[in-house]
């Protein structure tokens, strides 16, 4: 009788974290998004740095594009360079409470930098991610927002809630 449970409980712990991997792995599929579409930035101070191509947007930012919503302390937007991208955003770095929406979905970090070109935002430093009642933390997560892919590096932790619940 104490073999059979002992199998149980090897087979339970093996199984467990191949579910809960599985699971993580589909939410990040409503984080895809047209990085395309026109951004817009309200802060309560703008800087701008002629010399760096950057702008420094800082107190309760919020940036929008589409339906997604990035808010933060302070975002550093980085302007491409070449005659043919005058104007044209190429990277956003924001530090301080940062806090990405895109429908159902949100995350948490202490920083992100959303590279517009490859539509990819990297979060760092305490990443919290939630779609609905479940949950994932990180140190990192690197998230395609074309093809709605991503991947949670270093101690991942989640909470799933099972259909019972």
């Known amino acids: 009788m104490i073999k059979r449970s002992f199998i149980y409980s090897i087979l339970i712990a093996i199984c467990l974290p191949v579910a809960a991997f599985a ?28 010399s760096s191509g950057a702008a420094t947007f800082s107190g309760n930012v919020v940036i929008g594009q589409g339906d997604m919503r990035l808010s933060a302390g ?10 043919d ?25 202490r920083e992100a930098v959303y590279t517009i070109a490859t539509g990819v935002v990297v979060m ?11 949950a994932l933390s990180s140190d990192k997560l690197t998230v395609n927002l074309r ?3 991503g991947q949670m590096d270093g101690r991942v932790k989640s ?3 099972t259909e019972a619940n």
């Open 159 to 161: 909470i799933i809630q």
């Open 23 to 50: 699971q993580a792995q589909v939410a990040f599929g409503g984080l895809k998004h047209d990085s395309s579409l026109p951004i817009e930035i309200s802060a309560d101070q703008l800087t701008v740095d002629q």
């Open 74 to 83: 302070k975002v550093r937007v980085e302007y491409a360079t070449g005659a």
């Open 124 to 134: 760092t430093g305490s990443v919290i991610l939630t779609q609905g009642q479940n």
């Open 147 to 149: 093809n709605g892919t």
């Open 85 to 109: 991208t005058t104007g044209e955003i190429s990277r956003l770095h924001a530090t301080g409470g940062v806090t990405l929406v895109n429908g159902a979905e949100a995350a948490e970090a």
